[in-house]
């Protein structure tokens, strides 16, 4: 993908993926590790809806907000085995819709799986739902915790990335120069 360079003051949308609450947040990357919230929501779609309208109910959405806030990066949770098979293929279905969207934008795509998102916001892998929305409150200096947990999610996510993304590319520099 090619999309726009990180750099300070970039956009970056963070998704937590699902068909039936998606999270969705866009956050200003400042120097450091500061970071703005722009704006957090949550995209339902009717559990009794057909797939193919459900999905496309979070494609029209996620591509509505990519529209308004343009970000130059999208950071989303990878899937992982839940348990309960349907979950995770529909949360995979969810995935590709949202992955399709950002394509269509050249927008480049980064994957973390929970407990990455959760060590780097909290400092602990296992962290729970209400510490994690404890802890994206005071990162981004809310006046409440967003709710519901989905939109705290999707905040974490784009925090991670801010983050994360200047040491990754650090490393894949140092890889590719050797």
């Given at each position: 993908?090619?999309?726009?360079?990180?750099?300070?003051?970039?956009?970056?949308?963070?998704?937590?993926?699902?068909l039936t609450r998606c999270g969705l947040s866009v956050v200003r990357a400042g120097?450091?590790?500061?970071?703005v919230p722009v704006a957090v929501g949550v995209v339902r779609t009717p559990a009794d809806e057909a797939l193919p309208l459900r999905l496309r109910r979070l494609s029209d959405a996620v591509e509505s907000w990519m529209d308004d806030y343009r970000p130059d990066v999208v950071a989303i949770e990878r899937v992982f085995e839940r348990g309960n098979v349907s979950t995770v293929m529909?949360?995979?279905?969810?995935?590709?819709?949202?992955?399709?969207?950002?394509?269509?934008?050249?927008?480049?795509?980064?994957?973390?799986t929970p407990s990455?998102?959760?060590k780097a916001v909290s400092g602990n892998g296992r962290a729970d739902k209400r510490q994690m929305t404890n802890m994206i409150t005071r990162?981004?200096?809310?006046?409440?915790?967003?709710?519901?947990?989905?939109?705290?999610?999707?905040?974490?996510?784009?925090?991670?990335?801010?983050?994360?993304?200047?040491?990754?590319?650090?490393?894949?520099?140092?890889?590719?120069?050797?």
């Open positions: 993908m090619t999309g726009r360079p990180q750099t300070d003051d970039s956009l970056v949308m963070g998704i937590d993926p699902g120097q450091g590790r500061s970071v529909n949360t995979a279905h969810a995935v590709g819709v949202l992955m399709l969207s950002a394509a269509r934008r050249d927008l480049p795509v980064h994957q973390y990455e998102v959760k990162i981004l200096g809310l006046s409440e915790p967003p709710k519901p947990a989905d939109a705290a999610d999707a905040l974490a996510l784009a925090v991670c990335h801010c983050w994360r993304s200047p040491f990754s590319t650090l490393v894949s520099e140092r890889k590719s120069s050797l």
